[in-house]
């Protein structure tokens, strides 16, 4: 599985707990900085497990690749979390969507984005120096969400400072992590072959019902002295259930 870091610590304690036989791969979080960079990156991790037979999921939502991570899906023949992003994962893509509708000025936190927002948000974007450029960046958000995952008194305060920085109100939701395990296993949950479709299943028994006109009835051989009735017909019926 091949997962984005920002869900590392969650992806590591569902597998665990699940008691999942699964090797995790997880990309650096900062890539959602650069978008970009994620599909090569996932491909060139999936292309080697694929090298050695094993079955690939990717744990990111499109995640700003713009459709590039599905189209790179679509020819490998992988799976990945539904979603335009991790959000979408924690809290569902309809309530997401409400969020915005309300106030589309609004800056979505994660458990993870909280812990780490001075190093992937401030630092990583210059803010740390350039502090006259967070109007630029920030200027025109509304109010500051958390999509709460594990709520702590410890995390309740980082958020409260996060939204301090942006001089915005802070409003708390509690999503857990149900639905990104739900999620994680329809990943990990092999899909069954398509049925035959009518018309191939048609195709089929003519073709057979075809050969069978056309083949020269065989006799059967004359059994020798030696051989007892029943041994070639039990010989080929075991032939038969092996495949």
Not at 199 to 223: F, G, K, L, M
């Amino acid at each position: 599985m091949i997962a984005c870091g920002a869900l590392g610590t969650h992806v590591r304690e569902i597998a665990e707990r699940r008691g999942w036989d699964v090797e995790l791969h997880f990309l650096p979080s900062l890539l959602h900085n650069r978008p970009e960079r994620i599909t090569p990156a996932a491909e060139e991790i999936a292309k080697e497990a694929q090298a050695r037979g094993l079955r690939v999921a990717v744990a990111y939502a499109d995640c700003g690749t713009y459709g590039v991570l599905d189209e790179m899906c679509s020819r490998l023949g992988l799976r990945r979390l539904a979603g335009l992003h991790c959000y979408d994962v924690f809290a569902g893509p309809s309530q997401v969507q409400a969020l915005f509708d309300a106030e589309p000025g609004t800056y979505v936190l994660t458990d993870f984005l909280i812990r780490g927002f001075r190093r992937s948000v401030v630092a990583d974007l210059g803010l740390d120096r350039h502090p006259e450029l967070w109007s630029d960046y920030f200027g025109h958000y509304r109010r500051v969400v958390w999509l709460a995952q594990d709520r702590t008194a410890e995390l309740e305060e980082a958020a409260a400072e996060v939204a301090a920085m942006f001089g915005l109100p802070l409003t708390v939701i509690d999503t857990g992590t149900a639905r990104l395990e739900r999620e994680l296993e329809l990943l990990l949950t092999p899909v069954p072959a398509p049925p035959r479709s009518w018309t191939e299943r048609v195709a089929r028994t003519t073709q057979s019902v075809h050969d069978r006109e056309t083949t020269p009835a065989e006799q059967p051989p004359t059994p020798r002295p030696t051989e007892v009735a029943g041994v070639g017909l039990a010989e080929g019926a075991g032939r038969c259930a092996g495949g």
